[in-house]
């Protein structure tokens, strides 16, 4: 970045757009192409919280920006790169604390530096401050399932029916609070770094603050992880000295959980990137694992006490967080996605003690990974029984169990008219027992 684009906010601008046309043309998450552009951008941390900002509201907003877009374009336009820049300059007027003269400036810009949009510079200008000059009328017309793509929108609703779905797509629209885990007294860090203490025993941050900088973070008193994401670990219940395996560990929020609670854990991932950063976590946390970088699939030896296979999976339910998930995954990732989770829990039924436990979790609302995944594990397994969950093990959040005795946590949980607590991940966990042979 040269001194110019630091004057203008050009820089940050640029991050967002390149970041948005990038994970829509290569569906791969925001966060790794942030990650991989910042390097080349290399920015000041302040801009790059900036661009990331822009982003993430673009894609939270995605289906209500096309729509305000498309009604103010009058010939249309089929060029996509054209359609996120104007998109991000939207997302700035709409919903970010920019002033309007800075988000149409620097869009314009962009196009002129672009060999391809140069022709587009007046357009940019002449629809973006329509944009500003129609935010009122915009924001009170838009419609809560814009931001909801179809495939989405048509799965919830044949799942959830169409109340629950409207309430999860409502609560979409929302940022995630962040939330911590803590070793020590709930009560006591909540005092100490201006949060609540949840049902569940999560500390809720309520401010948005540097987590570095919280009192506790270098002494590795508490990590980050979402409330709804807290909980498989516990629910597997792991006693000092039992060997757990965690199979899909790293980066090993539930792996510390074990740990804390003196477990002999084994954390297991496929990428060794991702350990690599587990092991990191735990340093920071003085805990202790054996880490494998190895496909689960693969896993051998004796077996263990307790398994928590914590699979890969469309992560649909961490939307509020990662909304890029819900124009980045299709109906056929969550199919191959569905063959991958059974082949794990069939190798964590193999690898698993008579008496031993496991705890099958997905961060995803949907239920070929989660409801569906649990049935037909019982059937393969005649083994296994479920052990279900108690509304007493998850801070009595009855509304988070099943019929059928798994946690199914939705997004808009914990919000209610009269406390708003900010909603939980959407999670799916069962929970079974290897019976003893004869
Ligand atoms: C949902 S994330 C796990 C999050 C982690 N349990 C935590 O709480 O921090 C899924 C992980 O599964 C890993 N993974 C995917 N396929 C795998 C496989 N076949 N064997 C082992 N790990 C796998 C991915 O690398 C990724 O780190």
């Given at each position: 970045m040269d001194s110019s684009d630091r004057q203008t906010g050009l820089g940050p601008r640029r991050l967002a757009w390149r970041a948005v046309n990038e994970t829509l043309k290569r569906r791969v998450p925001l966060d790794d192409v942030l990650e991989e552009l910042a390097a080349e951008e290399r920015l000041s941390s302040r801009d790059e919280a900036l661009a990331r900002a822009i982003a993430i509201v673009t894609f939270r907003r995605l289906g209500t920006l096309g729509w305000a877009l498309r009604e103010r374009?009058?010939?249309?336009?089929?060029?996509e790169r054209l359609l996120h820049l104007l998109a991000i300059g939207a997302a700035q007027i709409l919903f970010l604390d920019v002033p309007d003269h800075a988000a149409v400036d620097t869009a314009v810009q962009l196009a002129q530096g672009d060999h391809r949009l140069r022709h587009a510079d007046g357009l940019i200008n002449a629809v973006l401050r329509r944009v500003a000059r129609e935010r009122d009328a915009i924001l009170a017309a838009q419609d809560p399932w814009l931001d909801t793509p179809d495939w989405l929108a048509k799965r919830w609703s044949g799942q959830y029916g169409e109340a629950i779905a409207a309430r999860i797509a409502e609560a979409h629209r929302t940022t995630a609070s962040v939330d911590l885990t803590v070793k020590g007294d709930a009560s006591l860090w909540a005092e100490r770094v201006d949060g609540l203490v949840l049902p569940t025993g999560s500390v809720r941050l309520t401010e948005r603050t540097a987590i570095r900088d919280l009192p506790g973070y270098a002494e590795g008193e508490w990590w980050v992880q979402d409330a709804a994401a807290a909980l498989p670990a516990r629910l597997l219940r792991p006693q000092p000295g039992e060997r757990i395996a965690d199979f899909c560990a790293a980066p090993g929020g539930k792996t510390a959980q074990l740990a804390f609670a003196g477990a002999d854990v084994l954390a297991v991932d496929r990428s060794a990137r991702r350990l690599k950063r587990l092991e990191e976590n735990l340093d920071r946390l003085g805990l202790k694992a054996q880490t494998l970088a190895i496909d689960a699939e693969k896993l051998e030896g004796p077996p263990f006490d307790g398994i928590l296979l914590d699979a890969p999976c469309s992560a649909t339910g961490t939307i509020r967080r990662h909304p890029d998930v819900a124009w980045t995954k299709s109906n056929e990732d969550i199919e191959k996605l569905a063959g991958l989770q059974s082949r794990l829990l069939d190798k964590a039924a193999q690898l698993l003690k008579d008496g031993g436990r496991l705890v099958y979790c997905t961060c995803s609302l949907e239920a070929e990974e989660g409801e569906q995944q649990a049935a037909h594990f019982l059937a393969r397994h005649p083994e296994f029984v479920r052990l279900p969950i108690e509304a007493a093990e998850i801070g009595?959040?009855?509304?988070?169990?099943?019929?059928?005795g798994d946690l199914r946590t939705l997004p808009f949980h914990l919000i209610s008219p009269t406390s708003d607590r900010g909603g939980l991940d959407g999670f799916f966990a069962a929970r079974f027992v290897k019976r003893s042979a004869g």
């Open positions: 374009l009058s010939k249309g336009t089929r060029d009595n959040l009855d509304e988070c169990v099943t019929e059928q």
